[in-house]
């Protein structure tokens, strides 16, 4: 890694009712990610705007009209002068739980460098689920392949080609598909199928040497931290260190009492049965013992996938 390149900022899309986890947020994108500048796009100042280190809050304006101002709103923002052909962009509570790989994002740069048809590549594995492309026949194709890492182009055909994962967008094509006016649902289907209708390039990329959890570019977990419909009110820290989560509760940026384990509710442990000390194994114990995993292994009363967790978490802490 080069302490003197300069590396793509990272732009949080934000809401009145959602801000409050941006602190969190931060905290972590600031530990894992240190190069470069965080920059938050919301619309009510919060009380902690511009007091957070490396990043930056801007109001898009007062308030939002309709759910679609959501995407132009962000486009007309991202579109205005400046120099970044780069961003990383995504919503303002996906977050990494450990380094960003510089080494998969220098060879991801040096690609879309040579290919300008690629407008986006795909921050983390979660993109397909953490399976190896080489399986998914008449699917992803690998373009560039070394002794440490392989690219893959994506499918037009695949779900959610466009999507709201971390993922580092060729800044004005991004600006293409959010200057429509659409809402976060609309922008990741019908902005998947306007990309169809194009020749621009997706890809992804992935570190041979590495864990399956932590294969990405930039190492995040399956979903939002939070989800009004599968889990209001709470904040899911499944997948995040012990350690990050224990010195946010004791640096007043995490309140405990909101933490829980399962990104629904239908499956979720609150964080003080584990006292700090989350344990893959006792987690499924718990799960079992209420039966919240079903004999498929379908999660709760959703179509998650305990197995799929079990895969690619587990060793996270062990």
């Known amino acids: 890694m080069s302490k003197s390149k300069v590396y793509p900022k990272v732009f949080f ?19 894992y990610y240190k190069r470069q500048k965080k920059v938050v796009l919301g619309y009510k100042v919060p009380e902690w705007a511009n007091s957070i280190k490396d990043t930056e809050f801007v109001s898009l304006k007062e308030k939002r009209k309709s759910f679609k101002e959501w995407s132009s709103n962000l486009g007309q923002y991202l579109a205005a002068d400046m120099d970044d052909e780069y961003v990383f962009f995504t919503v303002d509570d996906m977050v990494l739980f450990d380094d960003m790989n510089y080494k998969l994002l220098d ?34 194709k690998i373009v560039e392949e070394t002794d440490d890492y392989f690219i893959f182009e994506a499918n037009h055909n695949r779900h959610h080609l466009v999507n709201l994962q971390i993922n580092l967008w ?29 020749k621009c390039r997706f890809i992804g990329i992935e570190d041979k040497t590495k864990d399956i959890y932590s294969r990405g570019m930039c190492p995040n977990v399956y979903f939002t931290l939070m989800s009004g ?20 509760i004791e640096e007043g940026i995490l309140d405990k009492r909101l933490l829980v384990y399962g990104y629904d509710k239908s499956y979720s442990i ?14 499924e114990k718990m799960l079992r013992s209420q039966n919240k995993i079903k004999p498929n292994g379908q999660l709760g009363n959703v179509v998650d996938s305990f197995t799929r967790f079990k895969r690619e978490m587990s060793s996270l802490y062990e």
């Open 170 to 198: 060729r800044r004005k094509q991004l600006c293409q598909i959010l200057n429509n006016k659409f809402d976060i649902t609309d922008f990741e289907v019908k902005g998947s199928n306007q990309m169809r209708k194009t």
């Open 270 to 283: 609150p964080y003080d049965r584990f006292d700090g000390k989350f344990d893959f194994k006792k987690y």
């Open 13 to 31: 899309a934000t809401y009145d009712t959602s801000m409050h986890i941006i602190p969190f947020t931060s905290y972590l994108w600031n530990k």
């Open 229 to 248: 419909r599968r889990n209001p009110d709470k904040i899911s820290v499944l997948g995040l260190k012990n350690k990050d989560v224990a010195d946010a």
């Open 107 to 140: 060879a991801a740069l040096d690609y879309m460098d040579k290919n300008k048809g690629v407008i986006c590549c795909y921050g983390s594995t979660t993109n397909r689920m953490g399976m190896d492309v080489r399986k998914w026949e008449g699917s992803d």
